[in-house]
């Protein structure tokens, strides 16, 4: 079983400690949301999990061995990253976006051109192929380059590691939750996916589990309805929340009143 | 076949012939020495230095003398390609050689001695050595009769502008420099070397009595002042001013001495009084 | 998407290539007869075939082809359709050289026609490691850095070539003038054979990059994430455009524009797939040189133009053309 875990890992940005002592650990098959406030370290976090930036403390363990001791070539095999926004200023087209994540998946030739029309119509941008990158809308793009992770990520999906920084902020309502089902499908594949979300309730309705993260550490983890108290979100988001139960499916529903006035200085 | 025979006819012909019949001739002075020997008819290409005499700018165009073309020289089909020792770029130079072209490479210097050693070169080269005999008695005989100066301290300056671009005073190293120490004068630009731009306030520092341009550089300054600071000096206060054909002044060609004889003649004419 | 696009691409290019390469060899100022570009010997025009002509064409398709193939891969990975390799420091760093050269070391460029290209090269080399260096943090380049590290030397060379240009005398100035106005006129097969490892080598090795710069277009991280070797291909790049554009340009001089617009041309017509636009960026800098430097060659013949003001005098107008052309199709 290969689990994704953190060990004793402090992060920093800019000589700056933004997360210090985090332990956890992530199976397979589940799927992991990291929530918390701006400047909490989310995204830092997402890129040193996914072994692309070095913790200052601490380790990542990916089925036991160090992520930082895994061959990048053999890393880019089995774990895909999608980011809250790619640029691309040189004219490809969509078809083309998606074949780079085939071809980053070691596919050649007429077999890459199959996996990345297959992603285009799993990530639903078949009709956008042909279609120049820089004159898709935001979310469309964004869309795109969700196509090219699928096509990265092999057809096995165990042993897989899938991160998702803030993957959509610049989609609709439909596609937020087309994107984060396929997302929760390929963690009951199998992989392990880690999601970074601001929106709670897309949160409580796709994750496993719940990590909040606030100033300096880490403040809860567990499953969403344990996670998801009143009290924590408001000391994590400074915020006044009530959480009910969703109306169809029982689950946490978040809702926020109002922000809480900044505390005077101690 | 057929080239080979006209090659093999040209090759002997060569080498029959007293002296080359088309001549490529690179720099001003070397153009002008190969007519006054007499043979400008020879001549089937010029640099664009080479303004005089007047016939010899209406022949084929080789271009700027330290940017040749080859290839350019080669299609005028020369017997002889004369290259003053500013000629280039070296690679062009090689490529001559490889293309087997003949070439007489001149020697350098701005003084009489070296124009006289040139003139024998051309003449040599061209079979015309009674003729080139003849010019440089005449160069010494010029140069011999300068008029000794009356004042050896004549404090002259030498001013141009290429293309009525900023004006650029001579320094040591230069033909201007030569030409007014030859003349017997004292170049005040002697304190730095090459051509150089000149700060009004410098200028004003240096104070010439006489300034020295060319015909050129006048055409070129239509308005205005010919060097900013002028007329704060003793040259601009009583408008001394010298103006003389460049190629004549300092080509260091075969018309040097009666040039230098002229300009030593003009600067005398000022009668400077002595002092400083 | 049309695999066969980029077919048609390369079947015209290579076809263009052939034509303008034998246009070169046809023209200029002696008329070389058919028996004589077939091995003739002894006659003015074999000669002025096999020492000037042959070579000529080569070195312009050679150096073309590397501004151009350069062009394109800085450009990709820049991600910046601007850059071209007077942005790395490659050029002013050969400036510098040249200018040094003429001026401190005046005797030896008269004594071998390698001695200028030497100092030019030197000075392209020394320049873009200085960049690299300055844009370098804990073994990673940085690209932004890189970017105004190459404009502060840029700077830094212009300041120097000021100086010595400052202290140059008449004739140094007008040498230098003309080594930076650009010219394939002096190209014999010593800058041919000089310039032809470097530029076979690099281009080679950025043809063989084109994936990871088109991994790189997404941006390092994720580049880096598709499992790209992103530092080892921004060094490699960075290093084979320095010895590819230092190597030829040092024999040609300065020569700018064909690595902006080449790959722009090749953009319009098949996209930004780098595995096409490297190669065909070669091919198009290539004809674009050759053929301007015909124009050089007749223009003005038994004179010559230098091929840098052609260049620009054509391109410029050109590009302009294809930009406005180009205008609804992004970039």
């Known amino acids: ?266 | 076949m057929k080239w080979v025979i006209a090659a093999l006819a040209a090759l002997t012909s060569a080498a029959l012939a007293e002296a080359p019949s088309r001549i490529v001739s690179v720099g001003g002075a070397a153009t002008e020495t190969v007519f006054a020997l007499g043979a400008g008819e020879t001549v089937v290409g010029v640099d664009t230095s080479s303004v005089y005499p007047e016939k010899a700018t209406a022949l084929p165009q080789v271009g700027y003398q330290r940017m040749l073309s080859a290839e350019g020289i080669a299609s005028l089909k020369p017997d002889l390609v004369i290259l003053a020792a500013t000629a280039g770029p070296p690679a062009a130079i090689e490529q001559l050689e490889k293309l087997g072209i003949p070439m007489l490479r001149l020697q350098e210097g701005y003084n009489v001695g070296a124009t006289i050693a040139r003139v024998q070169q051309i003449g040599t080269a061209l079979g015309r050595t009674s003729q080139a005999d003849e010019i440089c008695r005449k160069i010494q005989a010029d140069a011999t009769a300068i008029p000794s100066p009356r004042h050896p301290t004549a404090r002259v300056l030498f001013v141009m502008s290429a293309g009525g671009g900023a004006p650029l005073v001579a320094g040591s190293g230069t033909a201007a420099d030569a030409v007014i120490t030859l003349a017997g004068a004292k170049n005040v630009g002697g304190d730095f070397s090459g051509y150089k731009q000149l700060s009004p306030e410098a200028l004003v520092a240096l104070d010439p009595e006489v300034v020295v341009t060319t015909s050129r550089t006048i055409k070129a300054v239509t308005s205005g002042e010919l060097l900013p600071g002028l007329a704060q000096t003793a040259a601009g206060r009583n408008a001394r001013l010298i103006v003389m054909d460049d190629l004549y002044l300092l080509g260091f060609g075969p018309r040097v001495g009666e040039a230098l004889a002229e300009f030593s003649k003009k600067l005398a004419d000022y009668r400077l009084s002595a002092g400083r | 998407m049309s695999p066969s696009r980029p077919a048609i691409l390369f079947f015209f290019l290579i076809l263009a290539s052939v034509a303008v390469t034998f246009v070169s060899l046809r023209t200029g100022a002696v008329e070389v007869t058919w028996a004589e570009m077939l091995g003739g010997e002894g006659s003015t025009g074999a000669r002025v075939f096999r020492v000037m002509r042959v070579p000529r064409a080569l070195m312009g398709f050679l150096c073309g082809g590397a501004l151009g193939i350069c062009g394109a891969a800085l450009q990709g990975l820049f991600r910046n359709p601007l850059a071209d390799p007077a942005l790395v420091g490659v050029s002013g760093g050969a400036s510098l050289g040249a200018v040094g050269g003429i001026v401190f070391a005046g005797p030896l460029l008269g004594a071998s026609s390698y001695a200028l290209p030497v100092c030019a090269f030197l000075g392209a080399l020394a320049a873009t490691f200085l960049v690299q260096a300055i844009a370098s943090q804990n073994g990673r380049v940085l690209v932004s850095t890189l970017l105004l590290a190459g404009i502060a030397v840029n700077a830094l060379t212009g300041a120097g070539i000021g100086w010595m240009v400052y202290g140059a005398n008449d004739s140094q100035l007008r040498d230098f003038t003309f080594w930076s106005l650009g010219s394939l006129a002096g190209t014999g097969w010593h800058s041919v054979f000089s310039s032809l490892p470097f530029v076979v080598l690099s281009t080679v090795l950025l043809i063989w990059r084109g994936r990871t710069l088109n991994a790189l277009s997404l941006g390092e991280s994720d580049a880096w994430h598709m499992g790209a070797p992103v530092e080892s291909a921004k060094r490699s790049i960075l290093v084979a455009s320095a010895l590819a554009v230092g190597a030829s340009t040092a024999f040609t001089g300065t020569i700018g524009f064909i690595g902006l617009v080449a790959p722009h041309v090749v953009r319009i017509f098949c996209g930004a797939d780098h595995r096409v636009v490297l190669p065909a960026s070669f091919l198009v800098g290539g004809c674009l040189l050759t053929g301007a430097d015909v124009l050089a060659r007749i223009a003005r013949a038994p004179a010559e133009v230098p091929v840098g003001i052609v260049v620009a005098t054509i391109g410029a107008p050109f590009f302009v053309a294809l930009l406005m052309r180009g205008k609804g199709q992004g970039m």
């Open chain 1, 1 to 266: 079983m290969n689990t994704l875990a953190a060990e004793n890992l402090s992060l920093s940005r800019d000589g700056r400690t933004v997360v210090g002592g985090l332990n956890f650990s992530v199976p397979p098959g589940s799927l992991l949301v990291v929530a918390g406030p701006n400047g909490a370290g989310k995204s830092t976090l997402l890129r040193v999990l996914s072994g692309e930036l070095p913790p200052s403390q601490g380790r990542v363990l990916f089925g036991g061995r160090d992520i930082a001791s895994i061959p990048h070539r053999e890393l880019a095999r089995r774990r895909v990253f999608l980011a809250q926004q790619s640029e691309c200023r040189l004219p490809f087209l969509a078809c083309e976006m998606a074949l780079l994540g085939a071809e980053a998946a070691g596919h050649r030739g007429r077999a890459a051109r199959e996996r990345a029309a297959a992603a285009l119509e799993m990530a639903g941008v078949s009709h956008l192929g042909s279609r120049m990158m820089s004159k898709l809308s935001g979310g469309e793009q964004q869309r795109v380059h969700w196509a090219r992770v699928l096509a990265q990520l092999d057809e096995q999906t165990e042993d897989r590691l899938v991160f998702l920084d803030e993957p959509v902020s610049s989609l609709d309502l439909a596609h937020q939750h087309e994107l984060l089902a396929r997302a929760r499908r390929l963690a009951k594949a199998g992989a392990t996916v880690v999601a970074v979300l601001h929106d709670l309730n897309l949160a409580a309705r796709y994750a496993d589990e719940l990590l909040l993260l606030n100033d300096g550490g880490m403040q809860s983890h567990g499953a969403p309805a344990q996670v998801l108290e009143p009290e924590t979100i408001s000391r994590v988001f400074q915020v006044s929340a009530q959480v009910i139960a969703h109306p169809t499916d029982g689950g946490p529903l978040v809702v926020v009143k109002d922000r809480i006035p900044n505390e005077p200085a101690e």
